[in-house]
DNA sequence: GTCTATACACAGATAGAC
DNA sequence: GTCTATCTGTGTATAGAC
């Protein structure tokens, strides 16, 4: 599969994450149409990773985000609670997004050596595709209380367990080497991490995210498979 | 060589950079007993990494930073202008270390294979002794101004090139394949990067930082590697 | 649903006694 | 060289008109 691909389907989903920002927090805010709440949300996300990313959540003041949405601070409020819940919204919104999505993609029945390739490939896509969201999490997850700090450790796990279990299977089909799988898994979330953390660096040497892809893949691949297989 | 071997050479500079703070900003600070002064940098510094890890350097008030330090609001500011400058201090100072020990271990006249797994564990190893060091840096630059910020980005990009130049030189030997080797600068770096980043992970499953240079080694000559070199 | 005006708390920074 | 007390600006959040 090549990004175009994936773009195309990830781009059909349209404003499904922010009626879910909508409906979920319906009770808290006070904005009754789901239209205009959809779109202001839109606005005000999109502001938030902008300007988080040029200084970080923590510095952003309200007045900031009111002059880049063109929105006044009374009207902002209406859409959340306190800056806090803000921030709390956006991280669970992007939880789920991205569990969602890595659900819809795997397919534990194909052979590990494609799942393998499947799994690397659909979070690099995906990192690509929703940049500012991967970005924010990880950035701004010590912002969060212990709970919601938890739910972000706990999906950096279970997408590491994903990669583990599909070594382990590879192994026992004498496909991969027998290895630290753990350890493996860890690197190749290392790899997918400096994709959307250092996005500036590999724009600028006008690597796509299918050469990245395709790099990591082949660094990937030359350490794990059996010999035999190469 | 290992971490415990390393280690034994960077403790043998002490409190060097301490010293090395006070020389610097000796006009701005209005301390003037170097004793003094070497060891209330030291109790700054280490407060300041500490409450930072928790919640960053935005979120940490001056406040914070008296209540751990032990010392009075006025008093801290006897050593520094303002808490921006404490930022720039920190990040300089930091920079200008993490560059001396850099020169101090690279041997440019030793075999490429050699070099390379030098360079990649001399990494490790200062992110390892000095992992609020770079914790700190990569998590705040993105609160330097725009002067000090490039400095960080510049020396990402000269560690890097070093990278490079060792792969180049093993391939013109015929050791290394013929790779992408900018890509694979950078995807060694990513690793070096994740275990100062994801410290609490390795710690939890007990890897120690020899284990992981061993893990990186074995995965970047698994690709490097020229077939006949295995 | 959105706006302006404003309350209130708290942050960074300094003056001046010791 | 360090402290306490205090100034001043700015940030979050709300009240109430439109």
Redesign the interface.
């Known amino acids: 599969m090549k990004y175009t691909e994936f773009k195309k389907i990830i781009d059909s989903f349209g404003s499904e994450i922010y009626r879910e920002v909508f409906q979920e927090n319906q009770e808290n805010i006070r904005i009754k149409k789901e239209k205009t709440a959809v779109k202001n949300f839109e606005k005000i996300f999109d502001a938030v990773f902008q300007i988080t990313?040029?200084?970080?959540f923590?510095?952003m003041t309200m007045r900031d985000l009111s002059r880049c949405t063109n929105m006044s601070l009374g009207s902002l409020y209406t859409y959340f609670a306190s800056k806090e819940e803000l921030l709390a919204i956006i991280h669970r919104q992007g939880a789920s997004m991205i569990r969602n999505v890595f659900e819809k993609f795997h397919n534990p029945d194909d052979p590990p050596l494609e799942q393998l390739r499947s799994v690397i490939k659909v979070h690099l896509f995906l990192s690509e595709a929703s940049r500012p969201w991967f970005y924010f999490t990880f950035?701004e997850a010590?912002?969060l209380n212990a709970e919601h700090r938890n739910t972000v450790l706990s999906m950096e796990e279970s997408t590491e367990n994903r990669l583990v279990a599909i070594l382990e299977q590879g192994e026992r089909q004498g496909i991969f080497r027998r290895l630290?799988h753990?350890?493996?898994a860890?690197?190749i979330?290392?790899?997918q991490?400096?994709w959307y953390l250092?996005r500036w660096?590999?724009k600028k040497?006008k690597?796509s995210v299918d050469?990245?892809a395709g790099?990591?893949l082949?660094?990937t691949e030359?350490?794990c498979l059996n010999e035999k297989q190469l």
Do not use: C, H, P, W
Request: aromatic share 18%.
């Open positions: 990313y040029e200084k970080g923590q510095a950035m010590k912002n630290n753990q350890l493996t860890s690197i979330k290392a790899m991490q400096d250092k660096k590999y040497r690597i050469d990245y790099y990591v082949g660094f030359s350490f």
